[in-house]
């Protein structure tokens, strides 16, 4: 079975400042995806970056990037120039490629960031 | 595009009563997913729903099952409700068709509290 660990339950960071968030998994398969998901107070998940394990290239939106290491099954999250909106609950997701596992996302237990003005 | 809707957002019921969630995926989805978020046992997977047939079903017991129409619109029903039912019951909504582009796309939840 799969599983996703993130070994970070709180972070803080400076506003304007770079953080970066850990997430390590576990899985036998070659072919997955990983996700990272920002849940702000709302409760209203949000997906923030994916990443396509057959891909090298670490995924890159605006101020958000991936340092994906796929031997070393890890998969961290790196907030440039952190921002007061920023602040949340962020939690790495795992998703098999394996058809009749559909869309099941298994979630590490989530890294609470605080930003600070 | 109207993003995906849960309704009711808040509920309390007793224990021992039946509870009825509802969502509604994005237009042109076919596949649905329920999660359970509880401070101890984090985000766990209950079940996806695809073309109206179960795909896939996490580890809770048989009083939570689940259900989609032919509009991808799905229901999840617990019944004889316990205290450790009380949990904030996320849906999500994809394609369902082509899982290497999916992405899944997350309601507001539904707040249960079972007193």
């Known amino acids: 079975a799969q599983t996703v660990t993130q070994s970070q339950p709180e972070m803080s960071v400076q506003e304007a400042e770079t953080v970066t968030l850990s997430c390590t998994y576990d899985t036998s398969e070659s072919d997955y995806y990983l996700f990272w998901y920002k849940q702000p107070p709302s409760r209203q998940m949000i997906l923030v970056i994916r990443?396509?394990?057959?891909?090298?290239q670490n995924a890159t939106e605006n101020r958000f990037s991936v340092n994906f290491q796929k031997a070393a099954k890890s998969f961290s999250l790196k907030i440039s120039d952190s921002q007061l909106g920023d602040a949340a609950m962020y939690f790495c997701?795992?998703?098999?490629?394996?058809?009749?596992?559909?869309?099941?996302?298994?979630f590490g237990q989530g890294t609470e960031l605080s930003v600070k003005p | 595009k109207a993003g995906v809707t849960q309704t009711p957002r808040y509920l309390i019921k007793t224990r021992g009563q039946q509870v009825t969630l509802s969502c509604s995926p994005i237009s042109g989805h076919r596949s649905v997913s329920w999660y359970q978020q509880t401070p101890g046992q984090g985000l766990q997977f209950l079940f996806e729903y695809f073309s109206e047939t179960q795909r896939n079903k996490g580890n809770f017991p048989g009083r939570f099952s689940g259900r989609q129409f032919s509009n991808s619109r799905s229901e999840m029903n617990v019944s004889t409700l316990e205290l450790g039912d009380s949990a904030l019951y996320l849906c999500?909504?994809?394609?369902?068709?082509?899982?290497?582009?999916?992405?899944?796309?997350f309601g507001p939840g539904t707040r249960l509290t079972v007193l």
């Open positions: 997701a795992y998703r098999s490629d394996n058809y009749n596992q559909g869309g099941k996302l298994i």
């Open positions: 990443q396509e394990a057959y891909k090298q």
């Open positions: 999500a909504s994809t394609g369902g068709y082509v899982l290497s582009t999916d992405t899944q796309y």
